[in-house]
């Protein structure tokens, strides 16, 4: 059994990171998702590092069955089929102050 958690700049995923008895896995989404973080920071005004960097919170731990890897492996994929480009695209063109 593993614990996954996900990292968001406000409601856009990030990163994320599992872990089990054996030692965690971390792993960032691909640049696209990174790019709509940017994207969205700029049109929100949170462009001074203490801004950006408050927009930074993790979700909730989830548990999974699986090793570290497996799960962050099979949540990576889901988040990245979940996040396709026009998705993130419309995220990050509004103005998120929430």
Request: glycine share 6%; aromatic share 10%.
């Amino acid at each position: 059994m593993a614990t996954i958690k996900i990292m968001y700049w406000k409601a856009i995923p990030y990163a994320l990171r599992a872990f089990d008895d054996e030692g965690r896995c971390s792993k960032q989404l691909p640049e696209p998702f990174e790019a709509a973080v940017d994207r969205a920071a700029m049109a929100s005004g949170m462009t001074e590092q203490d801004d950006y960097q408050s927009g930074f919170h993790w979700g909730q731990m989830e548990e999974r069955p699986g090793t570290a890897e497996a799960v962050a492996s099979e949540v990576y994929d889901e988040l990245v089929a979940e996040y396709p480009a026009n998705r993130l695209a419309s995220m990050s063109s509004r103005r998120r102050n929430t």
